[in-house]
């Protein structure tokens, strides 16, 4: 396993991605409120470009039961069929049969790793 | 009543059970049970109990005799005749359904109303609530006291779910009432809403299955439009029955109530079974898609469907070409899921070697006898 380097970090605005080649593999790095998380670029359901959707917080039902809200979970969305997973984990949000690969990353000075 | 199918059947040591077995009351025998009173009168009065009382109607009459339609006049096809000469419908009491039950070898029957099927077509809930509770206590006496082999559910009127709550308190704890039957026939709003909440939550205390069974003619409550352009019986079947099943099936993963009750069993009953993988896997897929609107499950749509639901086998349907096919259609169903109902005297109806003569050396011993009775028999607490 290696440290490849993939962006400069002030390069990635917190809120977006950036899908590099890491030795022959698409890996997505998204910048959620200055952490970096690292998933493949490969949704396990049908093969969709999965980190090219959109991102969005996941919903829950609130206590009392009725309301919906959010959660503090943040999933990417494919945009070919909306399967979700957690950007953090690379777990579906709605199902423990799937997930998709997810990496370490790490920052220093100003550049962002992943290790693959 | 005999037949070739009936003859080469080889389950008889197997515990059958026909978890939809129907009475077939008239409501003149429904109405002694009733408090004196206006509604009382009023129902005693009524010329056309299905139209005046409940809002049931065909939306054309059938060619042939139907049982428990308007045009069952000469209803007697396996009508049997006393030594006095008096006919009795099979369903109209204890005794003459026991000899048809012991000529089919069914060890058990789980019994759901006919007519009253369409307790949920009232408008007015001062007559759709005594009506059941009547109902529930003509059952006793004219079943549950005549053999244990009678179970029954206890019929409820869903628009006043805290008094059906309060019916099923009453009966719960009486040997013979092993469910809940939630008649879908003009069921609005369908089967996810929390209104209904009151009775799932009376059910799930009282480990009580709740029964969801629709009826052909109730369909122009349920399906106002299509009702309008159905022009046959046949039509009105698959409509009032299976159609009527499959939009509760999804109004209830919808509204999440297998979550929001996850000790309560729901039967789906006379919609057959081959929809069934249909409906795991899309509902499976559209979850998946749409899984911000679905925020109560915690699972797949097809893992509640394993875990909480369970589907009668009758109708069947034609599967006679092609025996392995009928095996299939169960396991994609999920094996654990079916049992076998009759729905026993209704024309439609199933014998037990219908089913079990097309599964035999298919899905193993252990669950064959599952599918013919013994899963029943634990669903309801038997």
Sequence with gaps: MTWHEVIESDKLDPGSRVIADIRGTEIAVFNIDHDYYALANYCVHAGGPLCEGPIEQSTTVADDGWDWEYDDRTAVLCP???????????????????????????????MVYVKR | MSSEIHQQSVYQDMTIVDADAHVTED?????????????????????NFKSDILSMSAPAPASLTYYGSETDTENKAIASDDEDGDTHLPGADGETMLGHMQEFNIDYAILSPSTFLGINTINNPRFSV???????????????DIDTSFRSTILVAADKPDLASEEIDTHAAEDGFVGVALATAGLKPP??????????????????????????????????????????KAESIFYGHHLTNIWNIVSAMARG???????????????????????????????????????YLDQLPSEYFDDNFYFTTQPIGMTAKDRSQLATAIELAGVESIMYAADFPHPTFDPPAELYNRLNGQLGDEQERAIMGTRALEVFGV
């Design chain 1, 80 to 110: 070919w069929h909306h399967w979700k997973f957690d950007i953090e984990t690379g777990d579906s949000l709605d199902s423990e049969l799937y997930s998709v690969p997810s990496y370490e990353t790490k920052v220093e000075n100003d």
């Design chain 2, 27 to 47: 409501v003149a025998d429904i109405i002694p049970y009733m408090d004196d009173g206006p509604i009382h009168h009023r129902i005693k009065n009524t010329t």
């Design chain 2, 130 to 144: 005594p009506l059941a509770s009547a109902y529930n206590d003509w059952v006793i006496d004219r079943f549950l």
């Design chain 2, 191 to 232: 089967l996810g809403h929390e209104r209904y909440d009151p009775i799932y939550q009376a059910a799930q205390d009282h480990e009580l299955p709740i029964t969801l069974h629709g009826v052909s003619s109730g369909m122009i409550k349920t399906f106002p439009s299509i009702y309008e352009w159905a022009e046959t």
């Design chain 2, 257 to 295: 109530l297998p979550a929001r009750y996850p000790d309560l069993d729901i039967v789906f009953q006379e919609s057959g079974i081959s929809h069934v993988p249909y409906l795991k896997w899309q509902l499976d897929d559209l979850y998946m898609e749409f899984s911000e609107e679905f925020p």
